[in-house]
């Protein structure tokens, strides 16, 4: 069965790496028979060498302890949930309750005194190696993405926001035009699209960062800390009703259903897995979207009625 698993494992990692049909399948099966079937076979072999109990306890910790090591490797590679909870277990049982436990057992045998030294050595540095590959901090590389994102994302928003003024403007020039178009139902929800998320966004900022909501009108998401957040800002989107995920996309649901009668005008887009990521960074990013997305939609009525107006003068 050792060496089955082992095989099947190889080729199984073989395949992921090109991508092959049933490399998935190759990789849970060897993983699954080494835990379960090849490695209690070995420690039941084991146990009926051992006539002390201090061993056979030892022997048990080293299976529970190998077992945890395989499945959190499976789990990683398949991208489970709850592989890093794996994965530290089986660091810390094989570091502070294995290695002990092993080291001392053995180190009081003459005969296996030797042995023993060596095979700590050797579980010690593999396990110290694990370790080095283990982020005990979150990383902050999406959020550094999304600053890089956000960074084009504000200066294409504020061309928007420009362009829209400057075609405000050109209206108010035309007194009949300028009356007529600031009428118009779709450009006031619109606005007060556009002023909904300019509040919420705001309004996050001012209550997870401790600044006042002037302040937090033109702070960017570059701007913002990178710190552990997510549990604030979920609780507010959750519990506070003006900057809750629930109204927004009522808010959202309902300015769509103003404009659903133009169809030169796209709808804002949005759904619960968009705040799967509850960092501010993230969620300030999602709202700039809807921002972009309605002085989209706001450009769109001004410029097609300022042009038909302007053609019937």
Known sequence: SGSITSICFMLGAVAKYFHLPGAGAMIVAAIVVFSFLFLPVMITLKLKESPENRHKAVLILGLITGILGSMSVLFKLMWWPGANVLWMTSLVSLLLLFLPAYFFTGFRNPVLKTNTIVTTILLLAGGAMMFSLTSLTTSNSSSIAIDN?????SANLQQLNERNEALL???????????????LPELTST???LAYLQNM?????????????????KTRVNELPNSKNWSQVKSILTNVPELSQKTLIENVNKYNQSIAGNRSLCPLVISNNDFRNTQLHYVIHVLNQLSCQAETNRQAILTYHLGKFQNHI
């Open 169 to 183: 403007k050109a209206i108010a020039s035309l007194p009949v035009a300028n009356d007529a178009i600031t009428a």
């Open 149 to 153: 994102m956000e960074v084009l994302l």
């Open 201 to 217: 966004r705001a309004g996050l900022i001012s209550k997870i960062e401790n600044m006042p909501l002037e302040k937090a009108m």
């Open 191 to 193: 606005r007060a699209m």
